[in-house]
């Protein structure tokens, strides 16, 4: 495919840029090992020549591999038979060898964690919501003796409610692999907000659900806290209600409301599930949800490798680069919004030939400015909030703001061979 040339157009003037940091709480858990024992303890009794699935799933959990072979070790140590199963829908291409290979990718394998992992997309039926409305379960799963799940909770980005992203999610999207997701997903994310609680209890009270390892992050991808949640607190709801109003006060974010341009160095799945987390930057998939800041164009420079290619949220942007469109995956990422019944993320938008064509691209294209008075905010992803360059016409924005750092004078931008020299950080 071509790209402009931008040689061949009037020069697009760029704004002087600032490195700002970000201030969020630093607070975490400074032992996890010890964290997971203590509160595996009490829920570990009568576990011994039992067969315990542990369900894990993907999107850039922090510590992950630590906190499962932690949870495996302590399962081996109450004299149960821990395995490993990928809980994540659809992700890895909808295939056991894309599953295996994405946990694996996160330090999760048989040489890692010293116990097998299964990844069989086999599902079984447990009954149905309603007529017609099957659910489904990994039989992998249902074979255990027993089923330890670790979720993240955090804030959705397609749906709002008092139950979003977190045990429930992980029982009905994860543990129902590509057959679970996609039935759930033909209802729409406007339905999520009820039939992700009520799905998640039917499965939580229909298999035998140990308890879910909760995990809640700061703004800075770290462990902040740790609760073994057991299955009559995963019924009630109340539990994880609470964490994910915790999670939703952590999360990093991008302390200015409006300005013209949002510049993502970086997507990928290994990020949010959407690529980048709408979240913190208001590019959401659905009309569900809304929130976030406000601008004119967005531009995303590259996927991260632990993609594989997934370029999935892509499309929520204006403009992109070659570099990102020729590691596109088609089938994973198309498997993804297929699932998803949300084709929108998988778009592409115009791809320029570097990213400084990118940039430029997406300043020409804020109408209304004058040159070189644009307010553009530059992230690296959506996980990594503290770092940020933005334009000088921010700067008085900035200043006033207590939680914002000014750490460097307005200078120019350079680029060599198209890539930025980010030479203010």
């Known amino acids: 495919m071509q790209s402009l040339d931008l040689s061949k157009f009037p020069k697009i003037e760029l704004p002087r840029f600032v490195h700002i940091k970000q201030k969020f709480s630093r607070q975490k858990v400074e032992d996890i090992p010890g964290e997971v024992r203590e509160k595996m303890a009490p829920h570990v009794k009568d ?11 993907s999107r850039g959990v922090a510590n992950i591999a630590l906190i499962t072979k932690t949870v495996v070790d302590a399962l081996k140590e109450a004299g149960a038979i821990p395995f490993i199963i990928p809980v994540m829908g659809s992700h890895g ?11 694996a990718s996160f330090g999760i394998c048989e040489e890692t964690m010293g116990v097998p992992v299964d990844a069989s997309m086999d599902v079984e039926c447990i009954g149905e919501l309603e007529p017609g409305f099957p659910i489904y379960v990994a039989k992998s799963a249902l074979k255990a003796d027993g089923i330890v799940i670790i979720p993240r909770i955090k804030p959705h980005t397609c749906f709002r409610g008092p139950i979003e992203s977190g045990i429930c999610k992980m029982l009905v999207i994860g543990l129902g692999k590509q057959m679970g997701a996609d039935s759930v997903h033909s209802h729409g994310f406007a339905s999520f907000t009820e039939l992700i609680p009520k799905v998640g209890c039917m499965i939580a009270a229909r298999v035998n ?22 299955k009559a607190d995963i019924l009630s709801l109340e539990r994880e209600k609470a964490l994910l109003e915790e999670a939703r006060r952590l999360m990093g974010r991008i302390m200015f409301d409006q300005f013209d341009v949002l510049i993502i160095d970086e997507i990928g799945k290994n990020i949010s599930g959407d690529g980048q987390d709408p979240n913190v930057t208001g590019l959401y998939i659905t009309k569900c949800v809304s929130g976030g800041p406000s601008f004119k164009k967005g531009v995303i420079l590259d996927v991260t490798e632990e993609s594989h290619g997934n370029a999935n949220g892509v499309g929520m942007v204006d403009v992109t ?22 084709v929108e993320a998988a778009k592409i938008p115009l791809v320029a030939a570097t990213a400084e064509d990118a940039i430029r691209i997406a ?8 040159p070189g008075q644009h307010k553009i905010v530059w992230i690296k992803n959506t996980l990594e909030l503290t770092d940020v360059l933005i334009s000088e016409a921010l700067l008085p924005e900035a200043m006033a703001n207590a939680d914002i750092e000014v750490i460097s004078a307005p200078g120019a931008l350079t680029f060599v061979n198209g890539e930025p020299q980010k030479d203010l950080i």
């Not at 291409?93 to 946990?103: K, N, S, T, V, Y």
């Not at 879910?212 to 057991?230: G, M, R, S």
């Open 47 to 57: 576990l011994v020549g039992k067969r315990i699935a542990v369900g894990v799933g």
């Open 93 to 103: 291409g909808a295939c056991a060898e894309g599953q295996a290979e994405l946990i």
């Open 209 to 230: 659900i140990l308890f879910a390892v909760a995990l809640v992050e700061n703004a800075f991808e770290d462990t902040y806290k740790i609760e073994v949640v057991p």
């Open 321 to 342: 680069t070659r570099k990102l469109f020729d590691k596109i995956d088609y089938i994973s990422m198309y498997t993804n919004v297929f699932t998803s019944t949300e």
């Open 363 to 370: 300043v020409k294209m804020c109408n209304g400015v004058n």
